[in-house]
């Protein structure tokens, strides 16, 4: 079993910038790849970025690419997501997710692990 916790959400005005962070506990060890996941008001639940536990690998959905960052801490089990230059549309739910399978995904059904999530708001 794996829990993980977001925290870094908030409130801000377009152009700013947010951290968020994701600790991991439990059976970290099964898990291969993490991912952020977003859901906005109207919107399917979406991969935003993903990383590798034990690689260099990383990926990033096109609308944010540029503008945010994953990183990793292995050894405190810690993933961040830098955001730069927050746009209105960025608002949603942000959720840090774990999979154990064998190859990097952008399907939420790929993710075995999920956090509570936490929102982010954009204002303009």
């Known amino acids: 079993q794996v829990q993980l916790v977001e925290s870094g959400g908030g409130l801000v005005q377009a152009g700013d910038s947010l951290r968020l962070s994701c600790a991991a506990s439990?059976?970290?060890?099964?898990?291969?790849?993490m991912g952020w996941f977003r859901q906005a008001p109207g919107k399917e639940r979406e991969a935003v970025a993903l990383i590798s536990w034990t690689s260099t690998l990383t990926r990033y959905v096109d609308s944010v690419q540029g503008r945010f960052t994953i990183s990793k801490d292995n050894a405190k089990n810690m993933v961040y997501l830098q955001m730069n230059n927050l746009k209105p549309e960025d608002t949603a739910v942000y959720s840090c997710a774990a999979s154990e399978y064998l190859i990097p995904s952008y399907v939420a059904g790929d993710y075995q692990y999920w956090g509570q999530g936490t929102q982010v708001t954009v204002s303009s």
């Open positions: 439990g059976r970290t060890s099964s898990s291969r790849y």
